[in-house]
Structure formats: structure tokens, C-alpha cells
């Protein structure tokens, strides 16, 4: 063995240790992007679970349509914690019309439950892209708070 052989070896040996490294940080990257990506999704799916379940559980004590609006847009107020219903948040509240008419037509058998299952998830899916295109967030992201930390105080 040479003295040049073992810079060489071991300038061999870096690049590989390197381009691990680097194929290693690569991946963990990847990871965490899909990890963020489903959590995202599966925090987005109770979301809509939760909403709609708030709906349909409003509209099961309403006598009629109209009491079925006023308590399905109660409960999407509580479910998004709005207390007060300002001039912003009222549209919102308005374009839930169609959701909470399927609903109620679920609920009272005004349609096949097959259908009416297929209508009130189309509902949501129009209101949903709605809140979007005039937003320009998703619906989901409404339930997101910011929270801020607060100090721990052991007293």
C-alpha cells in the first residue's frame, strides 16, 4: 500500500458516507412530508365528521324545515365557536341552506336513504367548494385555532 492509497480509500469512503447522509435527510424529509400530508387529511376528515354530525343531531329535534335551519346554523355557530354572527360569518352561515335542506330531507324520508346520503355529501362538497372560491382557504381550515402557549406556573 502506497501513501496514495489511503487518501484515495478514504476520500472514497467520505463520498459515500456523505452521499448516505444526504440519501438518509432525503428521506427522512419525504417522511415527514407524508406524515404532515395525513395528518392533515385524517384531521380533515373528523372535522367533517364532527360538523355534519353537529348538523344532523341539530336537525333531529326540528319539527320542520325552518326550525331545522335555525338549529343547524346554531350549531355550526357553536361547532366553529362563533358567538357572535357578524357580517362576515353570516354568509357563511346562509350558504349552509343546501346542506341543512338535505339534512332535513334525509331525516324525513323526502328522498331514498341511498339518495339522500349521496345528497347531503354533495351538499357539504358544494358548500365546501364554495367556502373555497370565496374564502380561498379550505372549510376545514376555519376549525384551525391559534393557540397561544402559555407559560406553566407551579405554584
Known amino acids: 500500500m502506497t501513501g496514495l492509497d489511503r487518501p484515495y480509500a478514504l476520500a472514497a469512503l467520505e463520498q459515500t458516507a456523505l452521499a448516505a447522509d444526504a440519501e438518509e435527510k432525503r428521506f427522512r424529509a419525504s417522511v415527514a412530508e ?8 385524517r384531521r380533515r376528515a373528523f372535522r367533517r365528521y364532527a360538523f355534519l354530525k353537529a348538523l344532523v343531531d341539530a336537525d333531529a329535534a326540528a319539527p320542520d324545515r325552518e326550525a331545522s335551519h335555525v338549529a343547524q346554523r346554531a350549531a355550526a355557530a357553536a361547532e366553529l365557536e362563533w358567538e357572535e354572527i357578524d357580517e362576515a360569518r353570516k354568509p357563511v352561515l346562509d350558504a349552509l341552506t343546501a346542506l341543512a335542506d338535505a339534512i332535513h330531507d334525509a331525516r ?9 346520503g349521496a345528497a347531503t355529501l354533495q351538499a357539504l362538497e358544494a358548500f365546501e367548494g364554495w367556502y373555497e372560491g370565496a374564502r380561498g382557504l379550505a372549510f376545514a381550515e376555519l376549525f384551525d385555532r391559534y393557540m397561544p402557549e402559555t407559560p406553566l406556573v407551579d405554584f
Request: no cysteine; hydrophobic share 35%; proline share 12%.
Open 34 to 41: 407524508e406524515a404532515a400530508r395525513r395528518e392533515t387529511a
Open 108 to 116: 324525513t324520508g323526502a328522498l331514498p336513504p341511498e339518495e339522500a
